[in-house]
């Protein structure tokens, strides 16, 4: 029996020696997941809440640094989730409340970092404004769609992914929503709500395997911690469902208490230490988005600044425990807006307007970026329209507009039925054939497209949405170029909401010869409206009265007056009860059928040449120009944006006036393209 005790104490002690060898031999990918579970002795409080448990584990990196990462309790045990950036030999300490701790039944404590091929995470670019990079210096330019939530007929994550990543996506925004089992704090039932202060691991799971299928897909998640709704009983409201409204138990009276409140402040702060503890090791967090769409929770207006506050401290506080400092953004926070200076690392616009390619254009007028810009979401005014055309027009003139990525269309929903797919796939061709993020350093560029075919409608619309605004003056130029539309709402005031709009919408026109001016509208308010279109001081004028209705509605009605030949003042208003929305304005026998957009660095552009009716004739014999690029010889590499291939090349010169001139290849609808200069 000794012999046998003592051979058994020897298997032990092999058995141990073995493990202990096992775990020193653990393999982690450069950026690579290392997971580690443990329990802690005693453990004591709830293990959600920093205040009772800040379990902290420490890595000793190869250059002897110390990295500290939070640790999260799955639900039965305490994990920590690291990525490496450094190859080499990496050991781990655990400290409860600042205190080191001896943890039991611990996976691993020490692993080795080798090399791989991984670009690493998601940062800006410290020499391009206007660019994303990774940690290993490659170009991160994203183009992908909206995938806030999935509902019981959408296809799921896993199948979402699978066609983004074969249409050449590589993007996606994802809300922390409760109607479908995302939210930490908020159940899908009321029955489901977690007591404030507790997380739902169900949903953490549902997160993990997100985050699992967006490695597998190459999808890089801009992940949307809170949204409007949530905290408003006006646009979307859920404040009623709320577990922390004082009506359902919880201890916010009013929904705007949330951004002031010191219980709110520091439980929305336990939720994000739990989110970077848990998801923070992905490289395939493109960002942190604090608030969708904050500014529609209407509650808050006349306390903004607790708004702003609130995001100035939530920001800083996930910058002083994310080791890997991923990206942080809110929305909207477009140039001039309340959230554009509270510290954000890139700026977020959301255009939903009847004339998108306005809205794109007009987001680059004003002084120079200090921030990159991203549209991350777009949309037809109302979701009313969302067919292929519309899609194809919006992302092509958003690629060709110097924003940091593609902009990111809202209705996931409509992309089978808007064709979506094949529009996306050829735009990821192009921006990979021709290598455009890493080409251009996305400064806009002054272009124009000229044929010998007459001249058509000039369309244009307001940038923003609802919005208080005064003393609006929109010019349209013959040559196509329309200012004063940034930032101009899409609302006309009637007498409800005046102090929003005192003044007359004024447009500037100039016609070489007679034309007709059209106001198109797209949504009345339910209380009705009397629009009046009046010429030169109401030398001429015409009205239309919309009577009250049970709710507002959408519609397509027109408002036409015709202008002689000359320098002209149009004004718009609402004499009426309440609003109508401009779907967009027209100018008919105004303009050349062709417009561009273009961006550019020094020496190479990328341009969207296309027919402002919409493709309905043939172009032959266009020529462009485009202004401000380096003297040289280029290379036009055109692209045929609907089968998604080269459609040619031509050569040339631009001179020292710095203006290049170059045949345009013939196209039904519109062409993108490349401009490089050879070397």
């Known amino acids: 029996m000794k012999i046998l005790r003592f051979f058994a104490v020897i298997l032990s002690v092999f058995a141990t020696l073995t493990s202990v060898c096992a775990q020193q031999k653990i393999d982690i990918p450069q950026y690579g997941k290392f997971e580690s ?26 250059s002897k640094k110390q990295i500290r990462v939070p640790a999260f309790w799955d639900g039965k045990l305490w994990r920590v989730r690291f990525t490496p950036d450094a190859v080499g030999q990496y050991e781990l300490t655990a ?5 080191q701790v001896p943890p039991s039944s611990l996976s691993a404590s020490e692993f080795v970092c080798i090399r791989s091929d991984s670009p690493g995470f998601i940062t800006r670019d410290p020499k391009h404004i206007q660019r994303f990079i990774f940690s ?24 979402s992914f699978e066609k983004m990543k074969s249409s050449g996506m590589n993007w996606a925004r994802i809300w922390m929503t409760f109607w479908d089992g995302k939210a930490l704090e908020w159940g899908s039932y009321p029955a489901e709500d977690p007591q404030p202060g507790y997380f739902l691991t169900n949903a953490a799971d549902y997160w993990d395997r997100i985050f699992d299928l967006a490695d597998k897909n190459g999808v890089y998640v801009q992940m949307t ?21 004082t009506a359902n138990g919880g201890f916010l009276k009013n ?41 529609n929770i209407t509650e808050a207006a006349s306390h903004f600044q607790d708004v702003q506050n609130w ?17 942080i953004t809110s929305s909207y926070s477009e140039p001039g807006n309340g959230l554009d200076k509270v510290g954000l690392d890139y700026l977020q616009a959301h255009v939903y307007v009847g004339d998108t390619i306005s809205a794109f254009k007009s987001l680059c007028d004003g002084a120079p970026l200090s921030l990159p810009l991203f549209v991350g979401e777009w949309g037809a005014q109302n979701g009313s329209i969302n067919d292929e055309a519309t899609l194809k027009r919006g992302l092509w003139a958003g690629i060709a507009s110097p924003f940091a990525g593609a902009p990111e269309y809202w209705y996931w929903d409509a992309m089978d039925k808007a064709g979506g797919w094949d529009v996306y796939r050829s735009a990821s061709l192009f921006l990979n054939k021709y290598n455009v993020p890493q080409l251009c350093a996305l400064a806009p560029l002054k272009s124009s497209a000229s044929c010998s075919l007459p001249r058509v409608s000039l369309i244009f619309g307001p940038s923003e949405g609802w919005k208080a605004s005064d003393n609006i003056r929109i010019v349209a130029e013959p040559s196509g170029e329309v200012s004063g539309v940034s930032g101009a709402p899409s609302f006309i005031q009637g007498q409800w909401h005046r102090d929003m709009q005192k003044n007359p919408y004024l447009i500037q026109i100039s016609p070489k010869e007679s034309c007709r001016f059209i106001l198109h509208i797209g949504k009345i308010a339910q209380g009705g409206a009397h629009v009046v279109v009046a010429l030169d001081n109401g030398a001429a004028s015409k009205e239309a009265d919309y009577e009250k209705s049970n709710s507002d509605r959408i519609v397509d009605e027109q408002i036409s007056m015709d202008v002689p030949a000359g320098l ?15 779907s967009s304005m027209e100018v008919t026998n105004y303009v050349s059928p062709l417009d561009t957009i273009a961006r550019a660095s020094q020496d190479s552009a990328v341009f969207w040449v296309y027919d402002r009716t919409n493709g309905v004739q043939k172009v032959d014999n266009a020529l462009l120009k485009l202004e401000g690029l380096a003297p040289g010889q280029y290379d036009i590499h055109f692209w045929n944006t609907t089968k998604g291939s080269e459609e040619g090349t031509v050569r040339a010169v631009c001179g020292a006036n710095r203006q290049l001139k ?5 196209f039904d609808g519109d062409i993108a393209g490349v401009a490089i200069r050879r070397k």
């Open 225 to 245: 911690l809170q949204h409007h709704g949530q905290y408003t009983n006006r646009t979307d409201p859920n404040w009623k469902d709320n577990p922390y409204n």
């Open 662 to 666: 170059a045949q345009v290849l013939g």
């Open 568 to 582: 002209h003042t149009i004004s718009l208003s609402d004499t009426g009860a309440d609003w109508v929305v401009i």
């Open 136 to 159: 290993n210096g490659a170009p991160y330019y994203p183009i992908g769609i909206d995938v806030a939530w999935q509902g019981a007929k959408d296809p799921g994550y896993g199948l």
């Open 95 to 99: 400290y409860r409340n600042g205190v």
């Open 311 to 327: 995001h100035r401290e939530m920001a800083d506080y996930i910058r002083s425990i994310d080791p890997y400092r991923h990206p």
């Open 255 to 295: 929904p705007d208490d949330f951004f002031a409140d010191p219980r709110a402040i520091r439980l929305t702060k336990a939720k994000y230490r739990y989110i970077i503890a848990r998801w923070g090791y992905s490289p395939h967090i493109a960002s942190f988005e604090l608030f969708n769409e904050v500014q």
């Open 37 to 62: 579970s443990f329990s802690i002795p005693k453990q004591m409080g709830n293990p959600f809440d920093p205040a009772d448990n800040d379990v902290i584990v420490s890595f000793r990196t190869p």
